[in-house]
């Protein structure tokens, strides 16, 4: 059967099926020839067609084509100059992935024939391979993008209310033992009842999911019979990761799709983790897989004095072309291809300072996120910024725009510090507990650019926090020179595993200290997935390509009294709204009649000067009255709370706390306490004794917040 083709159009980019035929558009700047490759089977050597693209529209080469279908394999070959000094990497040899395929058909199966240049040759890249790639190549996957949305509508979390729950598609379901061993590990299992019954009893409103774009496990890791677990090391900015998917070739996109819209039925929005900061092709020594073979002096940041090499934000081996104004359009429509089309929440925009370096140094004002904050969809999605890279001037916590909330590093590291009862603490912990407005205030932000972690997937899991000293990162493969050494951890007495009753006991209790502390703190809360479960991974704080045990939850052992607590911790947190306020402390209530935050010493007065710099000072109180609120119902009336003192010891010695005095008559009630988890009580005397090493919170309940609850039950 001879393959019609007719001119088609330039837009949009890719292979789209609009019911009668498929349009193929593909940019390319430099190059001097297009090929379309049409295929049978994933695994083919051969193309069944190679059909030259000769319409060209605005460097968009394109073409119609009416006998094909969804479910059509596909790939490019791209021909032009193979000029590696002049940044140029053309290789017709080698077939490419088309950077905005929606689906992918699989991995790369690791030869150096997926490499434009010899392996092994003198001149390394300088060199030219003939070899014919697609044997180890994955191909596109010509979808159709029909799918039964019906009323699905997002949850849309106000962001002072919202819970994120960082995790994993597969390690988060790959070894639960109430769901169907034939889909662990998938979409649809993340999206099964028992994993939204944990979501739900938690109280979480948001996941965000680990990288799912369709990534490359590395060679060096393949070979060492490890892989890219993490995922990041994107090659398809469309396509979501195949591995995540139970059928057949092409199915990920629908089953991407039926676990979004499972979620946003419980109430749970879906944030992704999205890296456009590199690509899986790496240095000048790395394969060809897509853009570099495509046009790689449009996509990639080159070296200003030889454009044979790349410039390197990442660690990775290479930068995309923040410049090029293709590389920031392949971005953007990405971005809008995840909200429109598969109905995503927002995203967690990895290294992201690289987006912002338009020359070298990091403009917060840059090209990037102009489009996004003028764009009608973006703009109103979740947008979470890791603010550094490795670059020069990369570490950039506080220096986002507007409308951006930011992981808080400061934040976890003061958290961290305190509670290992590291010195001098207190002043910076203070701005972390109400908000951090010493790094986002002047920027004309609220309490919700702060999104404040103790963990996350990059470095120890809340229980290897507090039971390794030093990292354990032997399985890696790189003899333990990974993964960061400033975890700002205690084992309390012993490295690993312990039956020693105390250690036990100062573990849990440590682990409540700063699950509670990360709940109860102003600003968007994080957990790490399985924290609330007390998973470990065996002190590994680096474990990007542990596939296994090591990064799976561990559902049989999970530790029930650490779920609890963290269940009703946040049940805490959404039953009272000065916990969650939405702009930060004024300092004055009522024209200055009351304070909206006070921080309270152990006799119960204001801390002053000296307590704040006394460095051996290891106690604070924070006394947030109930009138304290900015949220509002529908019709804009305030929503009051409660009064509430918050108590933390982080020294090693138990302290006699007077309680602060309040207007009026009423009792305080204990509802929270990390050295007795789960008990309650009214505190009828004027000090409490605070236990070394923990933390508890105190509600006020006065009289006529009794008759407004009494009036509110009758």
């Known amino acids: 059967m001879t393959i019609r083709v007719w001119p088609g159009s330039p837009y949009p980019q890719g292979a789209t099926w609009d019911g009668e035929g498929v349009n193929f558009s593909l940019f390319s700047e430099h190059a001097t020839g297009v090929d379309l490759c049409l295929y049978d089977r994933p695994d083919d050597a051969v193309e069944a067609e190679r059909i030259p693209l000769t319409n060209r529209t605005d460097l968009l080469w394109h073409a119609y084509l009416p006998d094909v279908r969804p479910g059509r394999l596909y790939g490019y070959r791209v021909h032009g100059p193979y000029e590696p000094r002049e940044g140029h990497r053309f290789n017709p040899n080698k077939m490419l992935l088309d950077p905005y395929a929606k689906a992918v058909s699989g991995p790369v199966r690791w030869h150096d024939a997926v490499y434009g240049y010899e392996i092994g040759h003198p001149d390394e890249d300088l060199s030219f391979d003939e070899r014919d790639s697609a044997g180890s190549m994955p191909k596109c996957v010509v979808i159709d993008p029909a799918f039964t949305w019906g009323e699905d509508r997002r949850p849309e979390t106000p962001w002072n209310r919202t819970v994120i729950y960082e995790t994993?598609?597969?390690?988060?379901?790959?070894?639960?033992?109430?769901?169907?061993?034939?889909?662990?590990?998938?979409?649809?299992?993340?999206?099964?009842?028992?994993?939204?019954?944990?979501?739900?009893?938690?109280?979480?409103?948001?996941?965000?999911?680990?990288?799912?774009?369709?990534?490359?496990d590395d060679r060096v890791l393949v070979e060492r019979g490890l892989s890219n677990y993490w995922g990041y090391n994107s090659i398809g900015f469309f396509a979501p990761h195949h591995a995540y998917a139970t059928r057949s070739v092409g199915q990920q996109v629908y089953e991407f799709k039926s676990m979004v819209k499972t979620l946003h039925r419980a109430g749970i929005e879906v944030i992704l983790d999205v890296v456009y900061n590199h690509t899986a092709e790496g240095n000048h020594l790395g394969p060809t897989l897509s853009l570099r073979g495509i046009d790689n002096?449009?996509?990639?940041?080159?070296?200003?004095?030889?454009?044979?090499?790349?410039?390197?934000?990442?660690?990775?081996?290479?930068?995309?072309?923040?410049?090029?104004?293709?590389?920031?359009?392949?971005?953007?429509?990405?971005?809008?291809?995840?909200?429109?089309?598969?109905?995503?929440?927002?995203?967690?925009?990895?290294?992201?300072?690289?987006?912002?370096?338009?020359?070298?140094?990091?403009?917060?004002?840059?090209?990037?996120f102009d489009i996004i904050q003028q764009d009608p969809v973006l703009s109103q999605v979740k947008l979470i910024a890791e603010p550094w890279d490795v670059g020069p001037g990369g570490y950039q916590v506080g220096n986002f725009p507007v409308g951006w909330a930011e992981w808080n590093g400061r934040y976890r590291d003061c958290v961290r510090r305190f509670w290992r009862g590291d010195p001098g603490q207190l002043p910076e912990l203070a701005f972390r507990l109400s908000g951090s407005s010493d790094l986002y205030e002047a920027s004309g932000r609220?309490?919700?650019?702060?999104?404040?972690?103790?963990?996350?997937?990059?470095?120890?899991?809340?229980?290897?926090?507090?039971?390794?000293?030093?990292?354990?990162?032997?399985?890696?493969?790189?003899?333990?020179?990974?993964?960061?050494?400033?975890?700002?951890?205690?084992?309390?007495?012993?490295?690993?595993?312990?039956?020693q009753p105390e250690i036990v006991e100062i573990r849990q209790r440590m682990k409540r200290n700063l699950m509670a502390t990360l709940l109860l703190s102003q600003g968007v809360r994080m957990l790490l997935g399985g924290d609330e479960l007390g998973r470990t991974q065996r002190g590994n704080n680096n474990a990007y390509c542990q596939d296994n045990e090591?990064?799976?939850?561990?559902?049989?052992?999970?530790?029930?009294?650490?779920?609890?607590?963290?269940?009703?911790?946040?049940?805490i947190f959404r039953s009272n709204p000065v916990l969650r306020r939405r702009s930060f402390f004024s300092g004055m209530l009522d024209g200055?009649?009351?304070?909206?935050?006070?921080?309270?010493?152990?006799d119960g007065a204001e801390m002053a000067d000296e307590d704040w710099s006394n460095p051996k000072n290891r106690v604070l109180g924070m006394l947030i009255p109930g009138r304290a609120t900015d949220e509002r119902d529908e019709r804009g009336r305030r929503i009051r709370g409660d009064t509430v003192l918050l108590l933390l010891n982080g020294g090693a010695r138990s302290r006699k706390i007077t309680l602060p005095r309040l207007e009026g008559s009423g009792v305080w009630h204990e509802v929270l306490n990390t050295a007795r988890p789960g008990h309650t009580r009214a505190v009828r005397r004027e000090a409490l004794n605070l236990v070394a090493h923990s933390l508890m919170l105190l509600q006020f309940e006065g009289a006529e917040r009794s008759s407004e609850r009494a009036g509110g039950r009758a």
Request: hydrophobic share 40%; glycine share 6%; proline share 4%.
């Open 446 to 499: 609220n309490t919700y650019a702060s999104v404040n972690f103790v963990t996350a997937h990059d470095g120890f899991s809340l229980q290897d926090l507090v039971m390794y000293a030093e990292k354990h990162n032997e399985s890696n493969g790189d003899d333990n020179e990974d993964g960061t050494d400033e975890n700002f951890s205690n084992n309390w007495g012993a490295e690993g595993p312990t039956d």
């Open 550 to 571: 090591v990064s799976w939850f561990d559902w049989e052992h999970r530790d029930l009294d650490m779920l609890a607590f963290t269940r009703e911790t946040l049940k």
């Open 297 to 368: 002096k449009a996509f990639y940041r080159m070296s200003r004095d030889d454009p044979r090499y790349y410039i390197d934000f990442s660690g990775t081996g290479n930068s995309l072309n923040m410049l090029h104004p293709r590389a920031i359009q392949l971005i953007m429509d990405s971005l809008r291809h995840w909200v429109l089309e598969m109905h995503v929440d927002g995203f967690r925009f990895d290294l992201a300072p690289v987006l912002a370096r338009e020359l070298y140094e990091v403009n917060r004002l840059g090209t990037f």
């Open 592 to 602: 200055g009649r009351q304070k909206d935050v006070m921080w309270v010493r152990e």
């Open 168 to 216: 994993h598609v597969k390690g988060l379901t790959k070894l639960h033992p109430s769901i169907p061993p034939e889909i662990r590990g998938t979409y649809l299992a993340l999206a099964h009842d028992p994993v939204l019954e944990h979501l739900r009893s938690l109280g979480v409103t948001a996941v965000e999911l680990m990288p799912v774009h369709q990534f490359v």
